[in-house]
């Protein structure tokens, strides 16, 4: 890859972190945390594909990538999931116990 | 100068032999986002328990000395993929300057994040929930907050570490002439490790810093 290909994935990473920076300071409300993830999410792409040379590997390579995206989004997907729909918490605070 | 002779078995060409290398090297990173991803699973299951304390806990955070920290590493990131090319032209002074850069770079992100710690060690808040600030009423959402933080950031702070050493190896082996012209690969791996630190800061950036509740 050439210097200027990435000096440019640099330059998008700093603007997408300036934007995430701004955003911050608004009221997103329930949209605030999405819009980071995504944002985050696509900073992340752009380091695999071009400064992690993804977009020119070979196919094996980009089968691992691939694959570690898909087992944290069914973790992370799942461990919300239980918490969400549960009655109680799910992380109980310690005890105190006398004396 | 720096190219082996022949392919070790079982492979056909040094391609082959490289491509295997490879692959296992991003087998490894794999399993390294896994390690970061338990720990951001349980961030996501707790902060959807306590979403308006962890705001709160992110209104304690040093704001600007951690977007600091981003720019810091995103620019380091590009240090080293820029130190690959002309380590395979033969300018290996340039290459060695580069890495140096980023070593730097992964300092000052130290640096920065030791300045952090001692903060909010002043502040009372220290990690498991113990300290000053926990005091009254001892708000088990805050507590949560930053015992990930501590945990999060400082394992991060260790894979920052490991890859600084990492870089100090290749640079030295640079040096040595062992890694150049023809045989670039080990620093290309090196670098690989560097960008995935990177990934992990890319996340927990907006998660522990930017999600204040606006």
């Not at chain 2, 087998?27 to 338990?38: N, P, V």
């Not at chain 2, 033969?90 to 290459?95: E, I, M, T, V």
């Not at chain 2, 926990?134 to 490991?162: D, N, W």
């Not at chain 2, 090196?190 to 927990?204: A, E």
């Amino acid at each position: 890859m050439s210097v200027r290909a990435y000096v440019a994935t640099w330059a998008a990473l700093v603007a997408l972190a300036a934007a995430s920076f701004g955003l911050s300071f608004l009221h997103l409300g329930g949209w605030a945390m999405p819009a980071a993830v995504a944002i985050a999410a696509a900073k992340a792409l752009l380091v695999a594909l071009f400064f992690m040379h993804l977009v020119r590997a070979q196919a094996s390579v980009r089968l691992a990538g691939a694959a570690a995206v898909v087992f944290i989004a069914i973790l992370i997907g799942l461990v919300v999931a239980d918490v969400v729909t549960r009655d109680g918490p799910a992380l109980v605070p310690p005890v105190d116990r006398e004396g | 100068m720096t190219a082996p002779a022949t392919p070790r078995e079982p492979y056909a060409t040094l391609a082959q032999q490289e491509g295997a290398a490879r692959l296992g090297m991003w087998a490894f990173l794999a399993s390294e986002a896994l390690l970061f991803a338990a720990l951001f699973a349980l961030f996501a299951g707790a902060r959807a328990e306590h979403p308006a304390t962890f705001e709160e806990g992110a209104r304690h955070m040093a704001l600007g000395l951690g977007t600091v920290n981003t720019f810091v590493l995103l620019t380091s990131s590009l240090v080293v993929a820029l130190a690959l090319p002309p380590l395979g032209r033969g300018r290996r002074r340039l290459a060695i300057a580069l890495l140096l850069g980023a070593i730097a770079m992964g300092a000052a992100f130290l640096v920065i994040k030791g300045v952090e710690y001692a903060r909010h060690f002043r502040e009372g808040i220290y990690p498991g929930g113990s300290g000053a600030f926990f005091s009254e009423p001892p708000e088990h959402g805050l507590r949560l907050f930053f015992t990930l933080y501590y945990l999060m950031t400082g394992l991060h702070a260790l894979h920052v570490t490991g890859g600084m050493a990492a870089l100090a190896w290749a640079a030295w082996r640079a040096h040595r002439g062992a890694i150049g012209p023809g045989r670039e690969h080990p620093l290309e791996f090196v670098g690989l490790y560097w960008h995935l630190v990177d990934v992990v800061w890319i996340f927990l950036w907006p998660l522990f810093y930017l999600a204040r509740g606006g």
